[in-house]
RNA sequence: UCCCCGAUAGCUCAACGGUAGAGCGGCCGGCUGUUAACCGGUAGGUUGUAGGUUCGAAUCCUACUCGGGGAGCCA
């Protein structure tokens, strides 16, 4: 039954025809059809003191002379797979303890458990089968910077690292889309060309459409509320594009947002699903994520915090908050707390960097304090940019214009003085835009919703009850000079049949980056789309 | 658009006005239980680009390019 591959001799002579040997003649020897099995290596519990196959590539590969420790990861999981030198294996061994990192292989072996290993199992191997080479791969594992990184992205995502967070991304999508199907709701495709702003003044990225411009969409909304009118009940969910000039870690220029548009609903309505919608998230995740979520670091008792009901502040409210002593004293807590670290940082390193110079260092433990010294270096220039912007944030907090609306650095304030999510509601009219219901309460605010994720994520939800008033939309499209022609068919909606309606969208990458607790966005999405940044 | 920081070997960094180095990765050799394995050897550079100061520039100055972070704006 055995599979096995053809053994390279590895002379320093003929490297070059033996390479393209290799290369055009597929070394592949087939075993006899149903005598071992393929398995995943997360399936190998059910398969322990049995013979399977693996197929995967090359994770990390260690060898001692007799022995060698492949590394195999598969997509599923990873599983150390160990190469003896024998009768069995002698005719690939040295094949085996010189494969580059990333080669594609099958790998037959009986399973045997070892909770000391990675994933819990070990194969020790009777067959390899080399599928394609792989030499020099660049992303090793030792540190790299993340201009590097990202420029190799296409490769970037076979770590670790990056594996768990694709996946709690992947969970995230499936139960955006499973909430609102189980819910009644119906999807409805947006465009992506889009005739004009759906949100007035953001920046749009122009697209030449048979020598006409028209926009990449940076919403679907306005066609979902059109929907609504017809299903009741709709969501829209897709990539969507904002040419905005932010080079920070909350800003993509290409992401991805999930919009529910809901007829006759209001404002407490449109809260009441989101609160709801946000939960079932989080509880998915924790119950299916647990394990990638402790690999992130992910503090997990903040995430099992998140239930009903949420903290709700009006922007009244808000502005109180920021103005008064709780948003400076916290502050001040924050800048002393910083301080102090930036001080105990330095020490740390002066330390470190004495014991790695020092004599008697073995290597291992050099490389060692070398990536602490890296790290800590790496926090403490995050903390100095913080500490300078304290002052600033104190500052903006104080005199924070009642009329305006939440900075960014209010509303990590805002959130950071509660342990659950907080909406905010009510802004003034001005700030908002033009489609939002006016509030019967206090006609100079309107009937919206902001919903700042918890540690300072920000804003990951913003959305309204609309205008279901044409008189009232009208006066508001003239008010924002913009032109009423543009939005005909929109009105439309208020002059055949308007009801009181709302929505609001969801940013799946600021949502996975508060659910991994990730510092930046780019590591939220396989291929980020950031200002300066289009590849791979 | 504005402010701050950076660019040295494939990668991560050191050299701080006086002969460009280390670790990792690569290659060669050794080692039968490794966990960022280890030990020995070896190859690898127009110091982002253009100018300037200087006897002498990776190092100082100017501009530009690219990247990182932040403000504004935002999911």
């Not at 790299?144 to 995502?157: A, T």
């Not at 991304?169 to 139960?175: C, G, K, N, Q």
């Not at 400076?328 to 390193?349: G, Q, S, V, Y």
């Not at 022609?485 to 208020?494: F, I, M, Q």
Request: a negative charge; glycine letters at 8%.
């Amino acid at each position: 039954m055995v599979v096995h591959c053809s053994a390279r001799s590895h002379t320093a002579a003929d490297g070059l025809r033996r390479r393209l040997l290799w290369v055009t003649i597929p070394t592949r020897i087939f075993c006899a059809k149903g005598d071992d099995m393929t398995s995943a290596i997360k399936d190998l519990h059910q398969n322990v003191g049995k013979t399977v196959t693996l197929q995967g590539w090359l994770y990390h590969r260690r060898d001692s002379g007799k022995i060698a420790f492949l590394v195999i990861r598969d997509g599923t999981g990873l599983c150390q797979c160990v190469v003896t030198k024998n009768e069995q294996t002698e005719p690939f061994f040295e094949t085996a303890r010189r494969l580059g990192q990333e080669s594609s292989l099958r790998v037959t072996g009986t399973v045997r458990a070892d909770p000391k290993q990675v994933g819990g199992h070990e194969l020790d191997v009777t067959g390899l089968e080399v599928i394609g080479e792989s030499e020099n791969f660049p992303i090793t594992p030792k540190p790299h910077g993340i201009d590097f990184l990202m420029k190799n992205r296409h490769l970037h995502f076979r770590s670790r690292r990056q594996w768990h967070i694709l996946r709690v991304r992947h969970t995230l999508i499936d139960e955006i889309r499973g909430y609102f199907n189980r819910n009644g709701y119906t999807l409805i495709d947006t465009p992506i060309f889009a005739p004009a702003a759906g949100e007035g003044s953001q920046t749009l990225f122009t697209v030449d459409y048979f020598g006409e411009p028209v926009y990449l969409a940076q919403t679907g909304q306005l066609y979902v509320e059109a929907a609504c009118m017809a299903f009741g009940k709709v969501y829209c969910f897709g990539p969507t594009f904002r040419a905005e000039k932010s080079k920070t870690r909350r800003h993509l220029t290409e992401f991805w947002m999930v919009e529910p548009e809901i007829a006759y609903a209001e404002l407490d309505d449109v809260v009441a699903v989101a609160e709801d919608f946000i939960c079932s998230i989080v509880t998915r995740v924790l119950r299916e994520h647990r394990a990638d979520l402790e690999f992130l670091g992910r503090d997990i008792a903040a995430l099992e915090k998140i239930q009903k009901p949420f903290n709700r502040v009006t922007h009244a409210e808000a502005a109180d908050i920021l103005r008064g002593p709780r948003a400076k004293e916290l502050l001040e807590r924050d800048l002393a707390a910083k301080t102090a670290r930036i001080e105990e940082a330095k020490k740390l390193i002066a330390e470190k960097e004495a014991r790695e110079k020092g004599a008697g260092v073995k290597q291992w433990e050099r490389d060692k304090l070398v990536g602490e010294i890296h790290e800590l270096r790496e926090e403490l220039a995050d903390l100095e940019v913080e500490v300078q912007n304290i002052p600033h944030h104190i500052e903006l907090a104080a005199n924070f214009d009642p009329r305006g609306d939440l900075g960014g650095s209010d509303e990590t304030i805002i959130s950071r003085l509660h342990d659950r999510p907080v909406f905010v509601t009510h802004y003034p009219r001005e700030c908002k835009a033009f489609y939002m219901k006016r509030s019967a309460t206090d006609p100079s605010r309107v009937n919206n919703l902001d919903l700042l994720a918890p540690e300072g994520y920000g804003e990951i939800i913003g959305g309204s009850q609309r205008e279901d008033d044409l008189a009232a939309l009208l006066e508001r499209i003239k008010e924002e000079g913009l032109n009423e022609e543009d939005y005909a068919w929109y009105l439309d909606l208020r002059r055949y049949g308007s009801v009181p309606h709302g929505g609001f969208g969801l940013g799946v990458e600021r949502t996975l980056a508060w659910l991994c607790g990730l510092k930046h966005i780019r590591e939220t999405i396989p291929f980020p789309r950031m200002m300066g940044r289009f590849y791979p």
